[in-house]
């Protein structure tokens, strides 16, 4: 009895260690990794250049536009009234022809997105790096638009003319709006499509972007290399 007694005390010791230890190994491993300025940069990089190309093959392939409700171009707001006058008039065809055409040039035009978003990453500078790691779930998003909708909007927009005219888009709302413009006493609606459907393939573009950005932010398994791990693993971190 008297050896069990003596027993107990170095038992107590003994479980108060191990629980120690156990308790500052899982706390150690709960910390991730402290990335450096430079890993920062190339993982953030990494993780747009992952987004941004995988949106525009998206958006380029068939169907990426016009299969995809959220984003799908329909007739411009001030020419709605115009798409249900000729529907009226037994015009359906022009004007899922028009329809058709317009998203069938933004699928075209988002062909060549992916050169112009990358540029932009590669020139971000360190700090606009890391406000971006440890802003809102949308914080490269909003870079983007903030920085490159002017350029992109110059870039995409002979781009859109072209594909425009290839598709046939040009012309179908050519003669919807010169069908429109024969019916009496109503406002004339403007033939010119291409800046409207440069600005909705690009509206576009930021929408699955954003997509990407939130998946890459909340979805481990999106983090598909050991920097991107890193890095998100970090951030992670710094949010609670």
Do not use: W
């Amino acid at each position: 009895m008297k050896t069990s007694l003596t027993l107990i005390p170095s038992l107590v010791i003994f479980i108060t260690l191990s629980s120690y230890i156990t308790l500052n190994r899982t706390s150690k491993a709960a910390q991730p990794d402290i990335p450096s300025t430079l890993e920062i940069g190339n993982g953030l990089k990494q993780a747009l250049q992952q987004g941004t190309s995988k949106s525009s093959d998206q958006l380029s392939a068939v169907n990426g536009f016009f299969g995809n409700a959220a984003i799908k171009i329909l007739f411009p707001p001030q020419a709605q009234k115009a798409e249900k006058t000729l529907r009226g008039l037994g015009l359906n065809k022009l004007c899922d022809n028009v329809i058709l055409s317009l998203n069938r040039a933004a699928e075209d035009a988002a062909k060549q997105a992916k050169p112009i978003f990358i540029d932009a990453i590669r020139h971000m500078s360190l700090q606009d790096v890391t406000n971006i790691l440890m802003g809102p779930k949308d914080a490269a998003t909003q870079y983007f638009k903030r920085t490159t909708s002017a350029q992109l909007f110059l870039a995409f927009k002979p781009v859109i003319q072209n594909s425009l005219n290839k598709v046939g888009a040009t012309k179908y709302y050519g003669d919807a709006a010169n069908e429109y413009n024969k019916v009496p006493f109503v406002s004339k609606m403007n033939p010119d499509i291409s800046s409207y459907a440069t600005q909705k393939a690009i509206d576009g573009l930021f929408y699955e972007i954003a997509l990407e950005e939130l998946n890459i932010r909340k979805n481990i398994s999106a983090r598909t290399t050991p920097l991107l791990q890193k890095v998100f693993a970090f951030a992670d971190s710094q949010q609670h």
